[in-house]
């Protein structure tokens, strides 16, 4: 069974930057669409980023569009979302998930993913 492993996430202030990166282990990357969601205290998990098998297809939310880029690294079977500009509302618990359907668009759904990983804190400072 495919494995997530994010890693990361930290403490940082406004305006910095940070990678965040989701490793694929068990299975080959190219046979997932992978999405990253965050969830906020209190909150619910909401999407941020997704990104086709091929990586022809990307899709964002709006609270992170023109900010954050979603890639793959196939040699590395990993995706990674590249966060810049942030701001103390990116403050959340950030997870990559994997969906094995052969679609032409990126998932945006909780309920299109069926593998998870465990999560990485990601915390900005005003």
């Known amino acids: 069974q495919v494995q997530l492993v994010e890693s990361g996430g930290g403490l940082v202030q406004a305006g910095d930057s940070l990678r965040l990166s989701c490793q694929v282990l068990r299975r080959f990357l190219s046979n997932y669409r992978i999405g990253w969601f965050r969830q906020a205290p209190g909150k619910e998990r909401e999407f941020v980023a997704g990104i086709t098998r091929t990586g022809t297809n990307i899709a964002y939310a709006d609270s992170v569009k023109g900010r954050f880029t979603i890639s793959r690294d196939s040699a590395r079977n990993t995706v990674h979302l590249q966060m810049n500009s942030l701001k103390p509302e990116d403050t959340a618990v950030y997870y990559c998930?994997?969906?094995?359907?052969?679609?032409?668009?990126?998932?945006?759904?909780?309920?299109?993913?069926?593998?998870w990983g465990q999560g990485t804190q990601v915390t900005v400072s005003s």
């Open positions: 998930a994997a969906d094995q359907q052969l679609r032409a668009i990126p998932a945006r759904t909780l309920k299109e993913y069926d593998y």
